[in-house]
């Protein structure tokens, strides 16, 4: 089963605007993560945020982190062409545990 | 560059036969793990391996087994293969502690 659900499940924008992507999970976590995926490749870490952490930002990436809520959200601001893929976000529950990840947004970003 | 290699990146079974998967991380990285990744979903956590034994191991038959090798490379096996076991099958290096995982490419399998 999936730990974390990611909202919407799929999202088309233009260039130029944001993207927000949205994950809720429903046990208690260490830390949770955000990937990317091109098209059926691997997935490429993207940022991680603590359980004692309520946002963090990386470039043009800020994630935002409410335990009380269970959820997460991922903002890419001023997105390009090349934002386009699959992003999910992963829970783990505690040191060596393992990563639980979620459905994840489809991401379109048109030239 | 991701540092850990997959082989094969694409294969085709069919139902009944058996399938072997190959992971090999750059040196410095002795946990790997092993996902599946069905079309359009996220990835399913199978096992994990350390020091070359199972540590923990996700909601998967025992068809499904795997091997780590003292260079810390791993092994992915799946029996008696089925058509819903047709996905991208990924490995991972790192996560010892609480960080990130460093994925492979994946391998694709079909099952016919």
């Known amino acids: 089963s999936q730990q974390g659900e990611e909202d919407p499940q799929a999202l088309s924008i233009q260039e130029g605007e944001n993207a927000t992507m949205n994950c809720s999970y429903k046990?208690?976590?260490?830390?949770l993560q955000w990937y990317r995926q091109n098209s059926g490749r691997g997935l490429v870490h993207l940022i991680l945020?603590?359980?004692?952490?309520r946002e963090k930002h990386s470039g043009r990436l800020r994630v935002t982190l409410d335990t009380s809520k269970k959820s997460s959200s991922l903002l890419i601001t001023a997105s390009r062409a090349a934002d386009t893929a699959s992003y999910f976000c992963a829970t783990r529950r505690s040191a060596g545990n393992m990563l639980t990840f979620g459905g994840g947004t489809r991401l379109m970003v048109k030239p | 560059d991701a540092g850990v290699t997959q082989s094969p990146t694409h294969l085709i079974k069919t139902r009944g036969q058996q399938v072997t998967l190959r992971c090999s991380p750059k040196s410095g990285h002795d946990t790997v793990s092993w996902y599946q990744q069905a079309l359009g979903q996220g990835p399913q956590f199978i096992f994990q391996y350390y020091e070359e034994e199972e540590r923990q191991r996700g909601n998967f038959p025992d068809r499904f087994s795997g091997h780590q090798f003292p260079n810390y490379s791993s092994e992915l096996n799946v029996n008696a293969l089925l058509l819903g076991d047709s996905a991208l099958y990924l490995c991972a290096v790192g996560g010892t502690n609480t960080g990130e995982l460093f994925f492979g490419e994946g391998s694709r399998l079909t099952v016919l």
């Open positions: 046990t208690s976590i260490n830390n």
């Open positions: 945020i603590r359980s004692n952490e």
